[in-house]
Every structure is written in C-alpha cells, then in structure tokens.
C-alpha cells in the first residue's frame, strides 16, 4: 500500500473530462424521486432515500469508474442526487469530503450562452488562490473529480440540470 500522504499530494486535485452519449436517459429522474429540498443556493434538489441510486442498471456507474486511470481501487458507489437549477439560482463553493472521494457531475442539458452574463450557468473549478476553470454546460459532458477539488455553479440566468454521483475509493499500488 502506498504512502497515504504522497498520494494526496501527487493526484490531489484530478479531473477528468469525457462525454456520456446515454444522457437522456435520466430525463426521467425528475418524476422519480423519493425525497427534495432547495439548497442554499435556491436550486431543487431530488434524490432517493439515502440517495441510494434509482435504477437497476448501473451501466453509468460502471462508465464512470471506467474512466478512472489513476492508481486507485476498490470504489464504491455512495450517493447520488439530480439538480434542476431555475434561473437565478447556483450552488457556492464547495468540495465532497471527508475520506477518500471523487464525485461526478453530469450535464443533462446544455445551457443557453448568455452574452451579458457569460460566466453564467458555468461549472467553475477553482484552480487554486489565482483563479478558476469555467466549463460551459453541454449535454452529456460528464466531469469526474477529486473530491479535494473546489467547485460550484455561477448564478443561473436559464435552467440548467445535473446528475451528481459520488464515489469513495482506497490507494492503489502506483
């Protein structure tokens, strides 16, 4: 096993950007839903009870985890929410701690470019103390990262939908 603290330090802040063409089919996540709230920053929130994952098929979860190249194992899926973003609404800044993490946000639509405003709608993952990589939403573009990572979502001028999943795992042999 290696050293927890190398680990860290080496792929603390990953990201890995691909595309999920099957997208469209948790359109149907906002009829099925157990339990809801509106976060804090006024977007709705769905999810199951315990946040279990709603359906049978885990073929997305498996998609996720294959597209983990990093020296890591024994991940386990551990929650799963859908968010609906009505216009005015965001999500501040955060990141999916404690443990051994990595989460992945699923853009379900693609978001309308707002000239005046266009940061807009964006994800935003913050870099470090000198800035932020914003990443326009465009359906099916999934984004898995670290869960050390800061991030959240620039106030909304139109809607915007997400599918979030996290994921805890152990150190793996480099």
Excluded at 3 to 12: K, N, R, V
Excluded at 70 to 98: A, M, T
Aim: glycine share 8%; with cysteine; charged share 20%.
């Amino acid at each position: 096993m290696m050293d927890d603290e190398w680990f860290l330090q080496m792929y603390s802040g990953w990201r890995i950007r691909c595309n999920y063409e099957g997208y469209k089919d948790f359109a149907k996540l906002y009829g099925t839903h157990t339990q809801t709230h509106k976060d804090s920053g006024g977007a709705n929130m769905y999810y199951m009870d315990d946040f279990a994952w709603p359906f049978e098929d885990t073929s997305y979860l498996d998609y996720i985890v294959g597209h983990i190249n990093l020296p890591i194992q024994n991940i386990k899926f551990e929650k799963c929410w859908w968010i609906d973003y009505q216009k005015e609404s965001y999500s501040g800044v955060h990141r999916h701690q404690p443990g051994l993490q990595f989460t992945s946000v699923l853009f379900l639509n693609t978001y309308e470019y707002n000239e005046d405003w266009p940061q807009a709608g964006n994800l935003f993952l913050v870099h470090d103390k000198f800035g932020c990589e914003y990443i326009p939403p465009t359906a099916g573009d999934l984004i898995i990262m670290d869960g050390t990572v800061w991030h959240g979502t620039a106030p909304t001028k139109n809607e915007r939908k997400v599918l979030v999943c996290d994921f805890s795992y152990e150190m793996g042999e480099v």
